[in-house]
């Protein structure tokens, strides 16, 4: 068994940009860019940084909200005394909140994991 409750890996999240919807010219915006770090059981993380460093985005990669671009992220699944990649997590235990139980789920800002 790992020590390790989230292991990421060269995290990257990349946007792609332009100055209007139909311009050809688009630019990419690397908001993170291979970051990796461990969170054991018992620690607790903080995410510290000038604005506009990816702080945010960094959490919501982590939390699904935003697909990342590259990377591995894995967490410890107690069922199976495993570490599993977050890219395995089934679409069904994801829905949105109109769909939600409100007593059984976690508000993920406006998604909820049942």
């Not at 688009?26 to 702080?55: H, M, N, P, R, Y």
Request: hydrophobic share 35%; aromatic share 6%; glycine share 8%.
């Amino acid at each position: 068994m790992s020590d390790n409750l989230i292991e990421v890996r060269n995290l990257v999240k990349h946007f792609e940009v332009s100055k209007s919807v139909f311009s050809r010219n688009k630019k990419i915006v690397k908001a993170v860019d291979g970051i990796s770090f461990d969170i054991k059981a018992g620690e607790t993380l903080g995410l510290v940084g000038q604005s506009g460093c990816g702080k945010t985005t960094t959490a919501r990669s982590l939390c699904l909200l935003d697909p990342k671009t590259s990377g591995s992220v894995n967490f410890y699944n107690p069922d199976t005394q495993n570490m599993e990649s977050i890219d395995n997590i089934d679409d069904c235990l994801l829905y949105t909140s109109d769909a939600a139980d409100e007593e059984d789920s976690v508000d993920l800002g406006g998604r909820r994991i049942i």
